[in-house]
């Protein structure tokens, strides 16, 4: 059942972005524009002999922000355009459920835009001259850091199915997500509790410190899946929360 | 007929935006609906009405009361109700504009679990029988507002749904695209089988489709009743009799001193009046003896179901009591 759930919502993201193009294009734009600012910001300013680290440093978290702020700020987007639309009911109405069909168009979003965003990271390599490390023990790292991020993503959407217009918040959302992306464990590690930060700081090693799944302590797989265990449910459990309150203040159909 | 819906004493309050005081959408209401049954459910605006067909939905938390589907409360186990449900609450704009017709039906039929395959056929069919069959790889928002109302119908008929709600069905079609709406309606209901509940301030579709009505004014029920019942009660009294001179003083003074009365005088004497009784146009017949006033033509008034349900909610009065005057 949720298969279908999740082959349906996959299929209109898909359909939505070709129809939606400019808006698609403006997002690969945005990508590669940032990362050019930093990339020549390093090159000309910073120091030669830490430029080629930092400018792996700028691309990896570069890419964990675009990635961070889609799956935890677009679930928000999401809730508030089809309140605008006026379908969010019949979403709510289905026997599936709101979160879980929040969660499908979720996973087909991030599933969409990692392909855009690994397509974005090689163009991105090419221009900066330096080739990251692809390794496939990234992949159990990235996946308890996407449940994570998606618990946030619940707490957005939560937000939104509230108040709305939550626009203003979510804008100030991305800056923290900045800080979050882009500050090393090294430097603040009480970090590690905040969600999908412990994640992002692996990742961040295999891709350019060639870190693999055998360098990987019991604490660090007990640290990112109780981060992600955690962060999902307390997700989950707010924006149950808040779609019951919406339910009882009838605003699923307000906008 | 078993019954399917059962909405017991529910009671909403809203709080204002501005200030603290709240607002009664309803005052504890309570119906039920029988399996294949076309329930049309009325009221002025601000009546209550959408309150009532959201809080059946299991959109709206009633402050208290139950609804229950087929057995399951709405509140408690919603996700099993709503397996019963589906509903067009604001027609044109429960789809996605930049979605084909195909696309929608396919994408709601997926939110409820199932896959293109599993209903690839109904689509088709409901294509032809929805006269959308050259528009299904048309984008939404190019289809005119009476199509866009029938594949808002469409997709809550593939839900596969015993009960299906519907909210202003043919509110802002043109004449056309709501006579075919309702013939749609129509259709559905006398060969599909399925449970209707449908809310309107369009009276020949109610009168035309519903069975039963419930009218609700001010959040609370005002009549529960057949609509052929309602029909006979309101016009079994209203008479109008076309003379072909006027009434003199003594005679007018005797018909409004025994009966509710108005008398026309465009270019003939119009009289229209409510008999309580069958029997009662002798009387009234006696009056017009008294001066041989010709009478041209007594005619038994049609009511409409619009005027049945202006006198009720003007009255506000449960049946029973109207049954009684």
């Given amino acids: ?255 | 007929m078993s019954q399917l819906i059962e909405v017991r004493d529910i009671a909403k309050s809203y709080r204002q935006r501005q200030g603290s005081q709240t607002v009664k959408a309803l005052g504890g209401v309570s119906f039920s609906v029988q399996r294949g049954e076309v329930l049309g459910l009325l009221g002025p605006n601000g009546a209550g009405k959408t309150t009532t067909i959201k809080t059946i939905c299991g959109l709206i938390v009633p402050d208290s009361g139950t609804v229950t589907i087929d057995g399951f409360d709405v509140q408690r186990e919603r996700l099993k109700a709503l397996r019963s449900i589906s509903a067009v609450l604001e027609g044109n704009r429960n789809l996605y504009w930049r979605l084909t017709v195909r696309e929608n039906l396919e994408y709601f039929a997926g939110n409820r679990g199932a896959s293109r395959r599993q209903v690839r056929a109904q689509i088709e069919e409901l294509l032809r029988q929805f006269r959308l069959a050259d528009k299904g790889n048309e984008l939404v928002n190019h289809l005119s507002r009476g199509m866009q109302q029938k594949l808002a119908i469409a997709v809550a008929l593939l839900a596969g749904s015993e009960i299906i709600l519907l909210d202003e069905p043919t509110l802002g079609l043109d004449v056309e695209a709501g006579y075919e709406v309702r013939q749609l309606l129509r259709d559905i209901a006398n060969n599909q089988g399925r449970t209707l509940i449908i809310s309107s301030h369009d009276m020949p579709v109610v009168q035309d489709l519903c069975q039963r009505v419930v009218i609700i004014s001010g959040g609370r029920v005002v009549a529960d009743d057949q609509v052929s019942n309602l029909l006979k009660l309101f016009a079994t009294r209203a008479y109008q009799v076309t003379l072909g001179a006027p009434l003199s003083s003594a005679q007018l003074s005797r018909l409004q001193a025994r009966f509710t009365a108005s008398i026309d005088h465009p270019a003939k004497t119009v009289v229209r009046v409510n008999l309580e009784h069958g029997e009662d146009i002798y009387e009234l017949i006696e009056i017009l003896r008294l001066e041989r006033t010709p009478v041209e033509a007594i005619d038994r008034t049609t009511i409409n179901f619009e005027q049945v349900f202006l006198q009720v909610i003007n009255g506000a009065k449960p049946l029973e009591e109207t049954h009684a005057l």
Avoid: H
């Fill in chain 1, 1 to 255: 059942m949720l298969y279908n759930v999740l082959v349906a919502n996959s299929r209109k993201v898909i359909i939505e972005m070709q129809r939606y193009l400019p808006n698609t294009l403006s997002l690969v734009a945005t990508f590669y524009i940032i990362f050019l600012a930093m990339f020549f910001g390093i090159s000309i300013i910073g120091d030669p002999a830490t430029a080629e680290a930092n400018i792996q440093f700028v691309i990896i978290s570069n890419a964990f922000w675009f990635l961070a702020i889609m799956a935890m700020t677009s679930m928000g987007w999401e809730v508030t355009t089809e309140a605008t639309r006026g379908t969010l009911e019949q979403l709510a109405m289905s026997p599936v459920g709101l979160p879980a069909i929040l969660l499908m168009r979720m996973v087909a979003n991030i599933a969409t835009q990692l392909v855009i965003i690994a397509a974005m990271l090689v163009l991105v390599m090419w221009t900066a001259g330096q080739w990251l490390n692809f390794d496939l023990a990234m992949v159990p790292i990235l996946l308890p850091t996407l449940i994570s991020m998606i618990g946030i993503g619940y707490v957005v959407a939560g937000l939104s199915i509230i108040f709305k217009q939550i626009q203003a918040l979510l804008q100030i959302i991305q800056f923290v997500f900045l800080g979050m992306t882009f500050v090393p464990l090294s430097v603040l590690p009480w970090l590690e509790l905040a969600p999908f930060v412990k994640g992002v700081d692996l990742t961040r090693q295999v891709m350019t410190q060639g870190l693999g799944l055998g360098d990987l302590g019991a604490l660090d797989w007990l640290s990112l899946i109780a981060n992600a265990a955690v962060y999902f449910s307390l997700g989950l459990v707010f924006f149950r929360w808040c779609e019951r309150v919406a339910r009882r203040q009838g605003l699923l159909g307000q906008y």
